[in-house]
Each structure stands twice: as C-alpha cells, then as structure tokens.
C-alpha cells in the first residue's frame, strides 16, 4: 500500500506542474532549459513510477476475479488521484487536437452556430518560444557528449514541443461558440468549458482589459478572468451566477465572466441579453 500512496502523492505533485509549465509557455513566460528539462524528468520517473504500481494493482484485482476492464479501471482510480486523471484527459484531448488543428476541424462547431476565435495574443508567443526550444535543443546536442543524456533530453524537448503545440491546437480547434439561440459556449482549448445560456445574460460589451493573474482568476466578489495573452477584451454580465468547473475538478460560481475574443465586436453582437 506504500507504494500506491507515494505513487498517488508524486502523481498529484508532478503532473499538474508539467501542465502549468505549458500554460506558461503559451503566455509567454519561458522558464530556463535546466528547469524545464527537470520537470520533464521527474513527469518521466514518475510515469515509470505509476506504471509499475499499476501493473501489480492491475495483477491483484485479476487474481481477486475481475474481467480485464474492471481490472483496469479499479487500479486506474486506486493508483492516481482523481485531478491527474482529469490533467491526462485535458492532455489526450489537446493530442487529438493536433489531427483536427491539421484537417481545420472544429470541435463542437454546428450549423448555424458563429464560432469566434480567441488565440490571437498567444499565437505569435507560441511560435516564438517553439523557436527558441528548437535552437536549444540543437545547442544541447552540441554540448552534451554523452549520447545517452542526449537522446533522453532530445525526447524531452521534443515532447515539450509536442505539448505547447497540443495546447495551442486545442485552443485553435474548440473556439468559443455563440448558437442561433443567443446562448454562448466559453471556452479555452480542453481546460476550460462553459455553456451560458441565454437567460442567464444580462449584458455584453466589449471591454479590453489588460488583468494580471493566472490563466483562470476568479475575484473575491465573484468576477471570472479568463486571461489569454494577459488581455480579455469582453465582458458578459449575468443576472445569476453560475457553476463553472476548473481543469483539476473544483467548482466555483461567477456573476460575471471576463474573457478575450479575438473579434469582440462580433461575439458581442451575436450573443442576445433576455429581455
């Protein structure tokens, strides 16, 4: 059982820091090489970690008579915390969204619907930090001479890479969307998803702001930042507040929502107050 809770303990500690390290990355915020390949170290001894737990858990619950599944699912939720699943889930959904950035396929995207962009501050940031990555894994090739750092730091980096790009396309692939009813969907890449309807909105106007704080910063009096770029540049008052769930599970309740749109004008338009 020991060996479950440092794997539960080193999951909850190193995993949502390798998220955070690439939410930073697309702010704009580049920590230097030796911290970044540390955290990809230590995400990478970890997982080795997770699975080895998880192969004895899986063993046990198949010699207690589980089928396959139930063995599975059983060691999955007694080996890792419920926040590093959701963290693995928002990670393999910005994956897939690396096939549907290629084949410009939006997700949640219907007929009728006005989708409305939102990457425009962190996109010229992201390719510039992916520049940045690429010349330092060259100049780590060049000074470290022993093959088998190198290739570990060479996976690392371009895992790094694979991640800001993933996080990117999820973000490009999953617009905010204002439907033919006038209700709205906010979101931000597979982070962040909230439906408001159009009851719920007393009013939208275009508002830039320029806030400090992380990615999701919710006030002491209720007021939602949605923060891309360190701008938002709408806000939507509701006339009651609503439910909204954070990337590691946690709900909190917002009265008003303040996030940026590329084309502010235009969500501000389609998006319909209830008389």
Known sequence: MSGVRTARVAAAAVLP????LGICLLAGVRPPGWAMAGVEALVLAVLL?????????????RAGGADPRAARRA??????????????RHELRALASLGRWVLRRAHGVRPGDLAVAY????????????????????GLAL?????????VFLVLDLYGVLLVLALHAAC??????????????????????LVVPRDAVASALVDRRYPEGRLITLSDDGVLDLIVGSQTSVTLRLNRSLAFTRPLGATQWAHT???????????????????
């Open 119 to 138: 990457t425009g501050p962190q996109t010229a940031m992201m390719y510039g930090l992916l520049f940045v990555t690429a010349v330092e894994t060259v």
């Open 172 to 193: 490009v692939t999953r617009p905010h969307v204002v439907r033919p009813d006038g209700s709205l969907r906010i979101r931000y890449g597979a982070l962040f998803d």
């Open 75 to 88: 060691a999955v939720e007694r080996a890792v915390p419920v926040a590093v699943r959701r963290l693995v």
């Open 143 to 151: 000074l470290i001479p022993w093959p088998v750092v190198h290739r």
């Open 49 to 61: 970690l997770e699975a080895r737990v998880l192969r004895s858990l899986y063993v046990e619950a």
């Open 257 to 275: 929502i303040r996030f940026h749109a590329d084309d502010p004008r235009a969500l501000v338009r389609a998006v319909r107050p209830a008389a």
């Open 17 to 20: 820091g390798e998220l955070a």
